[in-house]
């Protein structure tokens, strides 16, 4: 096979995968809009529609360990080839559901079957290129990858208003088809049958951690958190299986995931950085689709639409990526990664009831901009000191933790939204003192007693205190994001090999 033809081919085999990868993560997020019809349909309550969302997200925590166990003894190619088949199988299911049930053991199914898609794919892409290409290719890999999960609720909303929602789901046919007839034709075969001994005690105890944490996030803010007895025991789970888990990592033989992971200094603060940036960018996509929608009185389809412009962001920065990348370094990139994600959240932070779209497409589009330099630069620096053999397996646990880092991000910070904006509302209604002459003058009707006065009264009140919630939510977020600066610091540069050389400069 010519040189050329061998790129064409694993040019074909990467783009299979992206495509496959970026219909997985499109999943996160598209079938948001689509609930309140999901809902009515299938005649659930608020309380029970949204497991469509977290068992999906559940179900893709649980299984993402065992991808790389699974990718051992089968072969990458192989397991990929039946993630895509059974992620493609479930999504139909989920479109056909004629009730609450089937919807959850559908969406169950997705996220079992497409779990192993993200970590399998960055595994794939790092041996398929040489090392000086690197930065490029991740940079492009990182801008397909976090587009996914920005643009699906644009296309959640275009394909519920103007076909079904039940095209949420189905949409993902064609794409899963083209993905496996690419990666099929393209990819080269790898052996299985080279997996360690398996760890149950160890495997058992992540999954019922993972399962514990991810319950206690999504329950948590409707059962007001601790003061529930159901809280409690997911917390003492989540505890005491991450204690027999971190005991069996450090004296089995045979871990579930190898030591070394744990002994790279680069895999493990990379992975740190990533469970804050996700929660970053999962807790924004979540906080201002219901902004725009409660606030600004945005349809579903016009707040996907607007929240569009922070893929465009990323999308711009992936072919500047790597020249900063080869003339400062992977870290300066990401700390200026840091700086641009910092300024578009202290914009955020400054939004009012009286604005246009403007501000929050520039917000999100600077804020896409500083995702995509940092998500480059991770993948490589989190893999430059670890061993080829390790790849798999720090992908699928690097994975893992970016995904806890979504959900606990978007769980928290809706809890602090609800909190804030409570305290705010009390606030301003403390304001309102009847005796003052101004507050009468200026509310007549309220004082009056005129007939749906206080209830408008309130309504503005609620709204405004919302606003204050809003703001103070994307404060701390803003704030918490200097978090990552540190974490730049510890990181080891990625040493060029004798043969292939990134041109880095010196830090």
Known sequence: MSSRNDVATRLIATGGMMLATTMNSLDLTIANVALPHIQGSLSASQDQITWVLTSYIVATAIMTPLSGWLSLKIG???????????????????????????????????????????????????????????????????????????????????????????????????????????????????????????????????VLATGAIQLMADRGPGQDWFDSREIWLYAILAIGSVYVFVMQTLTSDQPFFHRDLYADRNFITTSLFGFFMSAMLFGTSALLPTFMQNLLGYSAFQSGVTSMYRGFGSICVFAVTPLLMRRLGPRPTMGIGVAIA??????????????????????????????????????????????????????????????????????????????????????????????????????????????????????????????????????????????????????????????????????
């Open 76 to 206: 990458r190619k192989p397991l990929f080839l039946i993630s895509i088949v059974g992620f493609v199988a479930a999504s139909i299911l989920c479109g056909m559901a004629s009730n609450l049930p089937q919807m959850v053991a559908f969406r169950l199914l997705q996220g079992f079957a497409g779990a192993a898609m993200m970590p399998i794919s960055q595994a794939t892409v790092l041996d398929l290129w040489p090392q000086r290409l690197m930065p490029r290719v991740m940079a492009l890999w990182s801008a397909v990858i976090m587009v996914g999960p920005i643009l699906g609720p644009t296309l959640g909303g275009f394909l519920t208003e103007n076909l079904s929602w039940r095209w949420v789901f189905y949409i993902n046919v064609p794409f899963g088809i083209l993905a496996f007839v690419m990666v099929y034709l393209a990819l080269e075969p790898d052996a299985g049958g080279r997996e360690r001994s398996f760890d149950f005690l160890g495997f058992g105890a992540l």
């Open 342 to 507: 910092f300024l578009s959240l202290w914009q955020m932070a400054h939004f009012d009831l009286m604005m246009t779209a403007r501000p929050i497409q520039l917000a999100g589009f600077i804020q896409g901009m500083g995702m995509g330099m940092m998500f480059g630069p991770l993948t490589v620096l989190g893999f430059a000191t670890l061993k080829s053999e390790h790849r798999t397996e720090a992908a699928v646990l690097g994975g893992m933790i970016r995904t806890m880092g979504s959900s606990l991000g978007v769980a928290l910070l809706q809890a602090s939204l609800i909190s804030q904006t409570a305290t705010a509302h009390e606030r301003l209604a403390a304001g309102v003192i009847p005796s003052d002459p101004v507050i009468r003058w200026s509310l007549p009707q309220v004082f009056d007693g005129a007939s749906g006065a206080l209830e408008g009264f309130n309504a503005e009140v609620s709204r405004q205190g919302a606003m204050i919630g809003y703001d103070t939510v994307f404060a701390w977020m803003a704030l918490i994001s200097l978090v990552l600066v540190p974490l730049i610091l510890i990181l080891r540069p990625a040493a060029p090999t004798a043969s292939e050389t990134i041109e880095v400069h010196p830090e």
